[in-house]
């Protein structure tokens, strides 16, 4: 069983920057898929980024070119560092963490972002 504890959220200034973190405890197989998704009030739950135990990365269109996704070589940590900060990215950000070799899912549970002046 992995626990996923997201922090780092809250009330944002448009174009401000912010990092989001995410924790994990418990035992993650050697292939997996760490990220982050996000999920606007009555909107769906959306791919934001994503980072494969190859280290590939996978970003959605909206948050390209100002967001970075990183992790720990431990696969302990994932970060989700997002800069020019848009009232569209306003939403629950949710920790993921796909265990391909255990074939288990686990989210957190969640995190607030509000951008807004």
């Known amino acids: 069983q992995v626990r996923l504890v997201e922090s780092g959220g809250g009330l944002v200034q448009p174009g401000g920057p912010l990092k989001l973190s995410c924790t994990a405890s418990?035992?993650?197989?050697?292939?997996?898929?760490m990220g982050w998704y996000r999920q606007a009030p009555g909107k769906q739950r959306e791919l934001v980024a994503v980072?494969?135990?190859?280290?590939?990365?996978q970003y959605a269109d909206s948050v390209k070119g100002r967001s970075t996704i990183s992790r720990d070589n431990a696969k302990t940590a994932v970060y989700l560092q997002m800069d020019s900060l848009k009232p569209e990215d306003t939403a629950v950000y949710f920790c993921?963490?796909?265990?391909?070799?255990?074939?288990?899912?686990?989210w957190g549970q969640g995190t607030q972002v509000t951008v807004s002046s």
């Open positions: 993921n963490v796909d265990d391909v070799s255990n074939a288990e899912n686990y």
């Open positions: 418990g035992t993650i197989g050697r292939i997996y898929v």
């Open positions: 980072i494969a135990s190859t280290g590939m990365t």
